[in-house]
């Protein structure tokens, strides 16, 4: 039972009217780092992720795996530091 791209769009459309209540997202920076050597892997809510984008959403709950090292590769110097002193 393989999901149609028109089931993709259905579900993400579904989460623009409705939401997704208190429910983080997944997103890994090591493992994505690993395999391709940049960037990040959602590696749970895509559908709301992109729901969050459609709806214009500033922020969207997530949980974050990977080291300080692999997100920091990923912004400026200043947010850099900005993040070590969060610890």
Same mark, same amino acid.
């Given at each position: 039972n393989e999901e149609t791209v028109q089931d993709?769009? $259905?579900r993400i459309?579904?989460?623009?009217v409705n939401g997704w209540g208190d429910s983080y997202i997944t997103i890994d920076? =090591?493992?994505w780092n690993a395999?391709? /050597?940049i =960037?990040?892997? !959602?590696? $749970? /809510?895509n559908h709301r992720f992109a729901a969050a984008v459609i709806r214009g959403d500033k922020m !969207?709950?997530? $949980?974050v795996y990977g080291s300080k090292?692999? !997100?920091?590769?990923?912004y $400026?110097?200043?947010?850099v530091d900005d993040l070590e002193q969060r610890d």
């Open positions: 993709h769009i $259905d459309a579904w989460y623009v920076f =090591g493992l395999l391709c /050597g =960037g990040c892997l !959602i590696t $749970d /809510g !969207i709950w997530a $949980d090292k692999d !997100i920091a590769q990923l $400026d110097d200043e947010e």
